[in-house]
Structures are given as structure tokens and as C-alpha cells.
């Protein structure tokens, strides 16, 4: 049983290179949401998707667009990466019910140079 | 800003004593949720106190939450070395559309 797989889990970009992270999960959660983890800051919330076919900014969308594919992917993309993207990127979905938590994949390790 | 804060943002024990994380946050939640992560991993939930809940125990894990300071606290009873890890509460707002806000994490190290 997978859960949520991201890949790539590790990816080094120059400035102003684009690249899309990819993020798959099997349960049939219908919520999935993208963050980032810097040093010292916790995880912060990037864009999320509340079902299939929506998706709203979070706290630090500047950067970053997202496709809800279908409902098993959600996708992030960096357009123009700059090295404040520098961050270890992270994946989660969650059921429809409330009061239930958030399934993480483990991870992207992404380096812009 | 960050809605949760933990306290402390490191702790270091011996192997057999307790741990006690504290966390903090501003607004009014639905729930709180406890989750861990081993370096270089994802999160892991570890467990989910709702906001007319007081307490709960799962294992050797017991959190209050105290709705009126707002606050919570993560207790490890018994502590192992595989329990080092970095520990973050995340708060379920009740106008947050089912949206985490993540605290800045407690660094636990357990030592042999």
C-alpha cells in the first residue's frame, strides 16, 4: 500500500529553470495539498485542493502554479525557479470527513543553483 | 505568522524518562493533531485531539488540550531511541477549510 508518492525525491535546477513536482496518492482522498519545509520554519502550505477540479492559494503561493490532474495527482510547478525555492517539498492528502489528519508522502529535496 | 508554537524547540533526554512538548496557538481550531518526523522523511500522524476532547492516549502518547489557554501538550512516556525524531503540532482551524497550520516543531533526541 503506497499511500502518497512524490517524485523526483531529490532535484537540482539552475535559475530560471522549470520543473514539475509530481504527487500521486491511492486512498481516494478527495483533499490534497502541497507544502514546503525550510529550516527552523515548520511546513507552510503552498496550494491545496479541496476535491477534483479546485485547487486555492495557501499561505506562500508566489512561485508556483498547481494541476489537480485527477483525484489521485496533484502536481506543483515552478515556472522560473529562483534559489529561494531552495526547500524541501512535501505532499499530503486527506479524506472528506472531518477531523481526520493528512497522509505525507516523503518528500522532494530541491536545490536551485 | 505561524498560528502554533512548540516549546521547546529542542529536548534532550535519557532513554527510559518522559518527554513533555508543549504547543501554543491563537485562533479556534476543530482539532489538533500531533505528528512526527524522522529526518529526512515525511510527517507521520501520531495522533488527533478534538476540540471538545480534554485528553487522549494512544500507546506510550498522551496529549491534553486545554482550549481555553489554548494549548496542548505531547507527552512520551518511557522514551526510546527510536522515538528521536522532530515532533510538530498542527491545529485544524475552524475557518480553514481543512487546511493545517503547522508549528515550528521540538527537535527530540533521545540518547542510549
Known amino acids: 500500500n503506497a499511500g502518497v508518492t512524490q517524485t523526483p525525491k531529490f532535484q537540482v535546477l539552475k535559475t530560471g529553470q522549470s520543473m514539475t513536482l509530481q504527487c500521486a496518492q491511492d486512498?481516494?482522498?478527495?483533499?490534497m495539498y502541497w507544502y514546503r519545509q525550510d529550516p527552523g520554519m515548520g511546513l507552510r502550505l503552498i496550494y491545496y485542493s479541496a476535491s477534483e477540479g479546485t485547487t486555492d492559494k495557501g499561505e506562500v503561493p508566489n512561485g508556483y502554479n498547481v494541476s489537480r490532474l485527477n483525484k489521485r495527482e496533484f502536481s506543483l510547478r515552478l515556472e522560473s525557479a529562483a534559489p529561494s525555492q531552495t526547500s524541501v517539498y512535501f505532499c499530503a492528502s486527506k479524506g472528506t470527513l472531518g477531523n481526520q489528519p493528512q497522509h505525507f508522502g516523503d518528500g522532494t529535496r530541491l536545490s536551485i543553483l | 505568522s505561524q498560528q502554533g508554537e512548540e516549546d521547546p524547540q529542542a529536548l534532550s533526554i535519557q532513554e527510559g524518562e518522559n518527554a513533555t512538548m508543549n504547543c501554543s496557538y491563537k485562533t479556534s481550531i476543530n482539532n489538533l493533531q500531533w505528528y512526527r518526523q524522522n529526518s529526512g522523511r515525511g510527517l507521520v500522524h501520531l495522533i488527533l485531539?478534538?476540540?471538545?476532547?480534554r485528553e487522549k492516549h494512544s500507546g506510550r502518547l498522551r496529549v491534553t488540550l486545554d482550549t481555553s489557554k489554548k494549548s496542548s501538550s505531547l507527552l512520551i512516556t518511557a522514551s526510546r531511541a527510536a522515538d528521536t525524531a522532530s515532533y510538530f503540532c498542527?491545529?485544524?482551524?475552524?475557518?480553514?477549510?481543512?487546511?493545517?497550520?503547522f508549528g515550528q516543531g521540538t527537535r527530540l533526541t533521545i540518547n542510549p
Open positions: 498542527a491545529t485544524d482551524l475552524i475557518q480553514g477549510a481543512q487546511k493545517l497550520v
Open positions: 485531539i478534538r476540540s471538545n476532547e
Open positions: 486512498m481516494n482522498h478527495n483533499s
